[in-house]
């Protein structure tokens, strides 16, 4: 059922979710284990549906795009550890998460540049969530902040098969993003950004489509540095849901802890840390290693026999 917002949204924090099919999340939900599944009892972490527009409690699938086969993303997992990660005092009493999905399987960086129906419907829908939760009123008549408080976009692996198309996609990607925090009215909104499935490149031997996918992630970390304001966290350790393509359930969950903590980082412009244990735990790409990857249980299944990988 949606939710009318309530005068006990004190602050919302709003995060749109752009890319493709692992940011969608196509993560199988019968593999997601408990305590990891959707519970979201508080009524802390809202979704702005895909094609209602409407704000409901946030929930795996987040994404519709293709609702055969929506899954598990990144996204939940992420709000879940900034709640975590902030006490009550830090993050503000009452605080809402408000997830944007936007992301679209399958889809070519064109459609999220300057222009693209993506980055368009991206940018309507992100001003519509915004518009929804200003119609709230706190105590006394007032208005209850809410803005745009980060980009999460993972994208690649649509633009792998092309070494010409690999070798631009540093500068179009810069310029994709740029141009879409423009038209957000947010010019220095956090972004954080994620590599591909390392797991690619055993793909790219056997399948033509990915044959560039080293080059591509490496664009990706590329636009990451030239973008202020910007972070892209590493795809190292995590596994594959069988196909070598997309992020399995578990991998997802932890794919969305290393987003919220390098949003986190960027917040507070130091090294990326877990907030509890003090040690590094994003994995930053480029700067920060797995120290514990491999004490991380179920991340990958390469016990599984590979399936075709469809981009979708």
């Known amino acids: 059922e949606a939710l009318t917002p309530t005068i006990n949204m004190v602050r919302r924090l709003v995060f749109l979710l752009a890319g493709q099919s692992n940011m969608a999340g196509r993560g199988h939900l019968s593999d997601l284990p408990d305590p990891l599944s959707d519970a979201n009892d508080g009524g802390d972490i809202l979704s702005f549906h895909q094609t209602l527009d409407e704000l409901f409690p946030a929930r795996h699938p987040l994404h519709a795009d293709k609702p055969e086969k929506a899954g598990v993303g990144p996204a ?3 709000a879940r550890e900034l709640i975590r990660s902030y006490s009550p ?7 809402i998460l408000v997830l944007v999905p936007c992301a679209w399987g399958g889809s070519p960086l064109d459609r999220w540049e300057e222009g693209g129906d993506l980055a368009d419907e991206a940018v309507r829908r992100t001003k519509a969530a915004l518009a929804a939760l200003s119609l709230t009123k706190g105590e006394g008549g007032g208005g209850v902040g ?3 408080s980060g980009i999460l976009w993972h994208h690649g692996e649509s633009n792998c098969g092309d070494a010409e198309e690999a070798s631009k996609y540093r500068a179009r990607l810069t310029n994709a ?5 423009i038209a957000l009215d947010e010019p220095e909104v956090p972004i954080v950004t994620g590599e591909l499935g390392f797991f690619l490149a055993d793909l790219a031997r056997d399948d033509e489509r990915f044959r560039f996918c080293a080059e591509v992630n490496a664009a990706i970390l590329g636009a990451a540095e030239a973008l ?6 590493s795809s190292s350790g995590l596994g594959h849901r069988g196909d070598r ?10 794919f969305g802890r290393r987003l919220a903590a390098a949003w986190i980082s960027l917040q507070s412009g130091s090294q990326c840390k877990d907030r509890t244990t003090k040690e590094p735990h994003c994995f930053l790409a480029g700067t920060c290693e797995s120290k514990d990857a491999g004490d991380i249980e179920n991340l990958t299944e390469s016990h599984v026999t590979c ?4 981009m979708d």
Do not use: I, K, M, Y
Request: proline share 5%; aromatic share 6%.
């Open 228 to 233: 202020p304001a910007c972070a892209c966290v």
């Open 146 to 148: 809410s803005r745009l």
């Open 76 to 78: 939940l997992s992420f």
């Open 245 to 254: 393509l997309h992020f399995d359930s578990t991998s997802q969950h932890e």
């Open 177 to 181: 993003l740029t141009s879409l925090r």
């Open 307 to 310: 399936q075709p990988a469809v």
């Open 89 to 95: 005092s830090e993050l503000g009493e009452g605080v």
